[in-house]
């Protein structure tokens, strides 16, 4: 997949070491602020260098295969001092420096001299015109191999900025896909995979000699050098009179800190994941509609972010993603990039939405984003801020049939207290558009490698993904106190399960979830619930909705599978009576996370529950197999299977 150069500098506060820091706020600031000084480009004679540390054992495959990378200084900018390359020995790691040529704090740009060259067996590829881009959270690499100008090589960690340098520290240095291929084509390779690399250090400074731009100064509201007014970036896209009275909204005011972001444990790459967003529908409409004649505004996707069409713009990213046995539980932090541009010229204001980093994190997670202000013609300079916080209740991640991709669907969004302040346009409580958001990474972690390892990655046949289940029906009724969900799952699997054949397997259970040994049944406990009762004296058309939590893991190592049931919702309706529930499951290579489905219909002819003091419970009921249950164990038992009966207790406050 080609990569393109990142754009964009403008800052992303709160990122630790390889994420946002406040340095990335000093290094839109140092553009800003030469633009507000000269109007031109502050491109200067550099010195320093950029050092990149390529390892052997890295995800990437480029050392693996014998390839040499040296520096030359024949080729790029003739400014540049000629030196040698610094290298390591015997291809277990190599160290590459790039002298720096020029330095543009305008565009946060860093041209180094000489070309790089990928050299295996007598084959030869060349990068000239090489080029650092220097972004919020990551710098691109870029040159020009063969005749197409590229990224090679992106570094994840945000660059300190003064008024004269730019550093980065240790940034973790990838090859890109689209270098990948083409080093592959141009060195004769069969293979050649991106991924990680090694490192990457900066340290880019103007010479002495070149003049300095102006002391900058930082503040929460904005970009500011000294006496001078803060310069609209979308003044040309949007020009707003100075002194007219904006029909709409209010001035923004000062958010309060940003919350820490989730500590993730051992998280996945996320590369070009999307979050597809539209803002506000109505707000939209207001902007692009026709209060009175000439008055419709315009809506733009710009610096990486694209138009969906329909109200819905994408924000594309790296990130970085947990997935957890529990789908619900799935963490992710997604660093969108790019613009929407709200213009509305009319009524002398246009407001813009930045770099949304959109958290996937229970119940706190959120949309953070930096909002920009024109009103009346003043630009208050860009604000980060959480400024919606998403409800997913209910919700959980969809996969991809190849299990590399999680996907949260149209996530219910409001505006927050701090969103309110930073736009200055709605209250908060606003309900907004809700957003998609996936996470793309390269291969399917087994969850369950460390308790049941399958010692095969022999391919094996993917059956359909079951659909999604149905809703549950929505009963107004009693809450549950407790209760619990007992299941045995199937017996002839749990037999095949424990039997020497030639080692047996084990039943193990996580998350709440326990094994009663002498009933040979899993029990999951009640985690939430709601009870409808019947006609008077009538308890057959009683109506129930628990959801249980806990995981029974079937284990069968010497069999190359396994089977992780968790999570199961039991609906008693009648008729529609059914279990849902998730499935985990691994067959030989073939690694499925969690899937949802209507696992089992449950026939309730003939089934009376019995009651308790305040607990009811309906026992035995007959679980049968639907084609959903049989795609989600990939075809082992076909629709139509008896499972074990069901046996479902609620408790009532």
């Not at 090679?152 to 990948?180: C, E, M, N, P, Q």
């Not at 249980?548 to 009648?574: E, F, Q, W």
Request: include cysteine; glycine fraction near 12%; charged fraction near 20%.
């Amino acid at each position: 997949m080609a990569e393109e150069a990142e754009q964009e500098v403008t800052p992303r506060l709160t990122r630790s070491f390889h994420r946002r820091t406040r340095a990335s706020l000093a290094l839109a600031t140092v553009a800003l602020s030469a633009a507000a000084l000269t109007g031109t480009a502050a491109a200067a004679p550099g010195s320093g260098e950029v050092t990149l540390t390529l390892k052997r054992g890295a995800e990437s495959s480029l050392l693996r295969k014998g390839v040499k990378v040296t520096y030359s200084a024949k080729a790029g900018k003739t400014g540049a001092t000629k030196r040698p390359a610094r290298k390591g020995g015997n291809g277990v790691t190599q160290k590459v420096s790039l002298p720096v040529a020029d330095v543009d704090l305008l565009t946060a740009t860093v041209e180094t001299g000489g070309a790089l060259s990928f050299a295996l067996k007598g084959e030869k590829a060349t990068a000239t015109d090489l080029q650092l881009k220097i972004g919020a959270v990551s710098t691109a690499i870029s040159g020009k191999l063969g005749k197409e100008q590229l990224v090679l090589f992106r570094a994840k960690g945000a660059a300190t900025v003064d008024a004269a340098s730019i550093k980065l520290d240790g940034g973790k240095l990838s090859l890109t896909g689209a270098a990948a291929d083409a080093l592959r084509e141009a060195l004769g390779l069969a293979q050649l995979s991106d991924g990680k690399l090694g490192s990457a250090d900066v340290d880019a400074k103007i010479d002495d000699a070149a003049p300095v731009p102006a002391p900058i100064q930082i503040d929460q509201g904005g970009l500011k050098p000294p006496h001078e007014p803060l310069v609209d970036p979308y003044a040309a896209q949007c020009p707003i009179p100075l002194g007219a009275n904006p029909a709409f909204g209010q001035a923004p005011a000062d958010p309060g800190p940003l919350p820490a972001e989730p500590t993730l444990t051992s998280p996945l790459a996320v590369a070009d994941g999307p979050a597809d967003w539209g803002f506000k529908s109505s707000f939209r409409g207001y902007v692009t509609g026709t209060q009175e004649p000439g008055s419709a505004g315009s809506i733009s996707a710009l610096e990486g972010a694209t138009d969906n069409g329909g109200g819905s713009f994408r924000f594309s990213g790296d990130g970085e993603y947990v997935r957890q046995p529990s789908a619900g539980n799935d963490q992710l932090v997604l660093d969108g990039e790019g613009v929407l541009l709200f213009c509305k010229k009319a009524h002398s204001f246009h407001v813009v939405i930045k770099d949304p980093t959109v958290i996937v994190d229970g119940a706190n997670s959120r949309i953070v984003a930096s909002v920009g202000l024109n009103r009346a013609g003043t630009w208050g300079g860009f604000k980060r801020a959480a400024i919606a916080a998403l409800d997913l209740t209910g919700l959980r991640p969809t996969y991809s049939a190849d299990g590399k991709t999680a996907t949260w669907t149209a996530v219910p969004a409001k505006l927050t207290a701090d969103g309110a302040a930073v736009t200055g346009l709605y209250p908060a409580g606003t309900g907004l558009d809700p957003i998609t958001v996936s996470a793309p990474v390269d291969s399917v972690p087994d969850l369950y490698a460390g308790t049941c390892a399958i010692g095969s990655t022999a391919p094996e046949t993917a059956s359909e993904l079951p659909e999604a289940p149905l809703a549950l029906p929505s009963l107004t009724g009693t809450s549950l106190a407790g209760g619990n969900v007992r299941w045995g799952t199937h017996t002839p699997l749990r037999n095949n399960t424990l039997a020497m054949n030639p080692t047996a397997g084990s039943l193990q259970t996580f998350e709440g979830a326990t094994y009663d040994t002498p009933n040979t049944v899993f029990e999951y406990p009640e985690s939430s619930g709601t009870y409808v009762e019947g006609a008077p004296g009538d308890p057959a058309d009683d109506r129930l909705v628990l959801q249980a939590k806990g995981i029974a893991l079937l284990c069968k190592p010497a069999h190359l599978h396994r089977y992780a049931l968790g999570s199961p919702t039991v609906v008693i309706d009648g008729a529609n009576s059914r279990l849902v529930i998730d499935m985990d499951l691994r067959v030989k290579g073939l690694i499925r996370p969690s899937v949802r489905s209507d696992l089992a219909t449950l026939s309730m002819t003939g089934i009376t529950p019995a009651v308790n003091g305040k607990t009811i419970t309906w026992s035995a009921i007959p679980a049968t197999l639907t084609q959903n249950g049989s795609e989600a164990f990939n075809g082992r038992y076909p629709a139509g299977t008896l499972l074990d009966p069901i046996t479902v207790s609620a408790t009532l406050p």
